[in-house]
T-cell receptor, first 112, second 112 residues
């Protein structure tokens, strides 16, 4: 079964607004990653946060991780029309290795 | 630099026909290789992963099989396709047991 679950499933905002997407997972993890997918394309890695980190920034992206609640959030600030895509969280468990499990994703639409 | 190639990009096959999707990675040695499937508007389902030549781990019992005949080649096959095999197939690689995955551009399979 898939580990990560994102919400909302879909999000529509105006250009310039912030977009927040959430992810919950079920088991102990080694790290959590966020990926972006443009329609019909492969996934592109955005950011990785380790289980001992609480917050990480990369450009307009801010990721938080709360291991006690088994949840993460991705914030995109000052969104642009080009940010329109699907966003997925993915987890690497801290046992067993090798398997990266993806959630169902959030489809973000940024209106110009 | 490393690159990943996946082909064919699009495939329309009748039910009961065979399947072969190929993935190759350039610019790295002994990568860990992955096959994921994505149903329309959904998340990624891990199908197979491989940590070395001839070593295949299957995550979901199904109509598909995978092989790794060379270090940087990963093949997804089926002897007889089912309607439920339709989807977007993504190959990915990375060097370690966890962390960033690098994805190909995907192969869209439609079984009629």
């Amino acid at each position: 079964s898939q580990q990560g679950e994102e919400d909302p499933q879909a999000l529509s905002i105006q250009e310039g607004e912030n977009a927040t997407m959430n992810c919950s997972y079920k088991t102990s993890i080694n790290n959590l990653q966020w990926y972006r997918q443009n329609s019909g394309r492969g996934l592109v890695h955005l950011i990785l946060i380790r289980s001992n980190e609480r917050e990480k920034h990369s450009g307009r992206l801010r990721v938080t991780l709360d291991t006690s609640k088994k949840s993460s959030s991705l914030l995109i600030t000052a969104s642009r029309a080009a940010d329109t895509a699907s966003y997925f969280c993915a987890t690497d468990r801290n046992t067993g290795g090798f398997k990266t499990i993806f959630g169902a994703g959030t489809r973000l639409f940024v209106k110009a | 630099s490393q690159t990943i190639h996946q082909w064919p990009a699009t495939l329309v096959q009748p039910v009961g026909s065979p399947l072969s999707l190929e993935c190759t990675v350039e610019g790295t040695s002994n990568p860990n290789l992955y096959w994921y499937r994505q149903a329309a508007g959904r998340g990624l389902q891990l199908l197979f992963y491989s940590v070395g030549i001839g070593q295949i781990s299957s995550e979901v019992p199904q109509n598909l099989s995978a092989s790794r005949p060379q270090d940087r080649q990963f093949i997804l096959s089926s002897k007889k396709l089912l309607l439920s095999d339709s989807g977007f197939y993504l190959c990915a690689w990375r060097t370690g047991s966890s962390g960033e995955l690098f994805f190909g551009e995907g192969s869209r399979l439609t079984v009629l």
